[in-house]
């Protein structure tokens, strides 16, 4: 059984930090391109930042390049994202993604809220 385990949401202050963690079980880690996305209520859930397999290339939506960093350890099946200079337009519920040739496994989601 596939599972992501997403860690690390909270309440922060405007112009704050968090870690974000995806633990993944279940699945050959390196073969999978990892993704995070978030969705805030009232919203649709958008990409936020992905990262790929074997070459490590990264994608961020432009809200967030410059304040967020995602890595990767495939010994340690995690993906990690570093978000910086927090904006209360970045509070939402952050899911980790797994994807492989168009199939795609979500975890549950951990809560970010920045506050004002």
């Known amino acids: 059984e596939v599972q992501l385990q997403a860690s690390g949401g909270g309440l922060v202050q405007a112009g704050g930090s968090l870690r974000l963690s995806c633990a993944a079980s279940g699945l050959t880690f390196d073969d999978y391109a990892i993704g995070w996305f978030r969705q805030a209520p009232g919203k649709e859930r958008e990409a936020v930042s992905c990262?790929?397999?074997?070459?490590?290339?990264?994608y961020y939506a432009d809200s967030v390049k410059g304040r967020f960093t995602i890595s990767r350890d495939n010994a340690r099946k995690a993906v990690y994202l570093q978000m910086n200079n927090l904006k209360p337009e970045d509070t939402a519920v952050y899911y980790c993604?797994?994807?492989?040739?168009?199939?795609?496994?979500w975890g549950q989601g951990t809560l970010v809220t920045v506050s004002s």
């Open positions: 993604n797994a994807e492989r040739n168009g199939n795609n496994y």
């Open positions: 990262i790929a397999t074997t070459d490590g290339s990264t």
